[in-house]
């Protein structure tokens, strides 16, 4: 059974940090992982995707990087703004595509 | 954003009675999932959806059934809702095209039942 977990639970950082949010899990045979943001009380918005294939993605101030071999993932967060703060969570998608598992999230709190 | 919409938003319900939860998206995406989301377990699987008609189980699927009838409509009905029910329901839609699979997710119900 895929487990990931996201460590640390929580986090707060002053503005203008760079920052690294970790994913693990533990069966290295994934399809894909996925990050998301979370707004308190909306939904979740779709960050970057990486395929199995693929070492890292970027998009603009993110950059998420993959090693499957030791089952981690990383999302790296540049200069960081008061409006990155939120939950940040990621999905592994293993077993036969449409079994996908979250993390339980990382809270981050950027301090103007 | 990815034209998903879920009503009702929040709804406050009785133990023992039916309710019934929609999601409707406007992308043409084949897969349609259902998600619980509750403090200290992240997001769940309850039941997930690759076709009209063609539905399949999570991993927390006791008390639900699903329904699609239509690409755009995927519903999921409580049979008769318990305390252990409440919770923020989310639905979410991905298509295999390029084969990434990648996951977009509608604004959430929050069901309380009392």
């Known amino acids: 059974k895929q487990e990931v977990t996201q460590i640390p639970a929580a986090l707060s950082v002053p503005e203008g940090e760079n920052l690294v949010l970790n994913c693990s899990f533990t069966d290295s045979a994934i399809y894909n992982l996925q990050w998301f943001r979370q707004d308190p009380g909306k939904g979740l918005t779709s960050l970057l995707l990486i395929q199995s294939s693929q070492r890292e993605q970027t998009s603009g101030r993110l950059n998420a990087s993959l090693d499957k071999s030791s089952g981690r993932s990383t999302l790296y967060i540049a200069a960081s703004q008061p409006g990155d703060s939120a939950t940040y969570l990621c999905a592994v998608r293993s077993g036969g595509y449409q079994k996908v598992t979250f993390g339980t999230g990382t809270k981050l709190q950027v301090i103007p | 954003d990815a034209g998903i919409t879920q009503s009702p938003r929040h709804k406050v319900t009785e133990t023992g009675t039916p309710v019934t939860l929609r999601c409707h998206q406007t992308?043409?995406?084949?897969?349609m999932y259902w998600y619980r989301q509750d403090p200290g377990h992240g997001l769940r699987l309850i039941h997930y959806?690759?076709?009209?008609?063609?539905?399949d189980k999570g991993e927390v699927s006791d008390g639900y059934s699903v329904s699609r009838s239509k690409t755009e409509d995927f519903l999921l009905t409580l049979e008769s809702a318990t305390s252990s029910q409440t919770s923020v329901y989310f639905c979410?839609?991905?298509?295999?095209?390029?084969?990434?699979?990648?996951?977009?997710f509608g604004p959430g119900t929050r069901l309380t039942v009392t």
């Open positions: 959806s690759y076709g009209v008609k063609d539905t």
């Open positions: 992308e043409n995406h084949r897969y």
């Open positions: 979410a839609i991905s298509d295999p095209q390029g084969s990434s699979y990648e996951q977009y």
